[in-house]
């Protein structure tokens, strides 16, 4: 389905009934990452998905990208479908964008998810990182971005054993549009500090990290998780950065058990 939000159509997902979960995708993929979650949470939750503008089905304007922009538009989506208030999940950059909009909309989030991210901002070195990771993109399209990304989201076991895992991960990112990729390097090279946002968080929060993950770490997820009061870690065994599509089963029941005790 999709909307138009902010002067852009955005795609989104929206299944099952009760306690309402928005799942935020990480870069440069989109909302297809989340289907190991829409199968099985749907269920018992109502799931909405989107593909942030740039990404999957979406509009991929040449414009705008930040993490307030992103949390407007899901700000938007969710004044679309009527939801007051929902438990908002972010993987990695869909992290940055959930700490923007808590930091704007926290009276529309019944509790939060973080997983596999990090509240501090790219550093100087990081920053340069990204100018020459959209310069690349530019030149050599999303493919050369998928071969840089590919080894860094999921262990050295699936990476070798699980093809068609492999194949998904790769194709959400080679169809991934070239002012998306750009767009969310801006948005995270400039993103802001959230760090001090974590103790402002007075919601249920589960911090969710991949034992492997070498992106964002078991040791910033704990820090991240010991700087907001009440939250509760949990640890994926055998998965990397992409611990909802490596260990679906694993990530599911930490959700589920988590937003139970928050209906
Ligand atoms: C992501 O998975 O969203 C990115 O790796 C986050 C980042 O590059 O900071």
Redo the contacts with the bound molecule.
């Keep these: 389905m999709k909307a138009h939000i902010n002067g852009v159509d955005l795609a989104y997902t929206d299944q099952g009934q009760g306690t309402p979960i928005v799942f935020v ?5 989109s909302r297809v990452m989340w289907d190991p979650q829409v199968k099985v949470l749907s269920g018992q939750f109502r799931v909405i998905t989107l593909d942030l503008r740039g990404h999957g089905e979406s509009d991929a304007p040449l414009w705008l990208y930040t993490m307030d922009q992103f949390a407007d538009d899901i700000k938007g989506l969710l004044d679309h479908l009527s939801i007051q208030k929902a438990v908002l999940a972010g ?6 964008v959930v700490f923007a909009f808590y930091r704007k909309y926290a009276d529309r989030v019944k509790g939060l998810v973080l997983a ?3 509240p501090q901002p ?1 550093s100087a070195e ?1 920053r340069v990182g ?1 100018f020459k990771m959209a310069q690349t993109a530019q030149k050599d399209g999303a493919g050369a971005i998928a071969d840089v ?1 590919l080894p ?2 999921l262990s050295p076991a699936s990476v070798k054993g699980r093809s068609e895992l492999v194949q998904t991960v790769r194709t959400m990112m080679t169809t991934t549009k070239v002012p998306g990729i750009a767009g ?2 801006m948005a ?1 090279a400039e993103r802001p500090d959230s760090v001090p946002t974590l103790k402002q968080i007075a919601c249920p929060t589960l911090v969710i990290v991949g034992e492997l993950d070498g ?2 770490t078991p040791v910033d997820a704990r820090h991240m998780a010991d700087g907001i009061r009440g939250a509760r870690l949990e640890t994926i065994p055998a998965a990397a ?2 611990s909802n599509m490596e260990q679906p089963e694993a990530f599911n029941r930490a959700v589920t058990s988590f937003v139970e005790t928050i209906k």
Excluded at 25 to 29: A, D, I, K, R
Excluded at 91 to 96: D, K, L, R, V
């Design positions: 995708h990480g870069f440069p993929f993987f990695s950059m869909g992290g940055y596999d991210t990090r790219d990081g990204r990304m860094k989201l969310d390097l995270m992106l964002t950065h992409l």
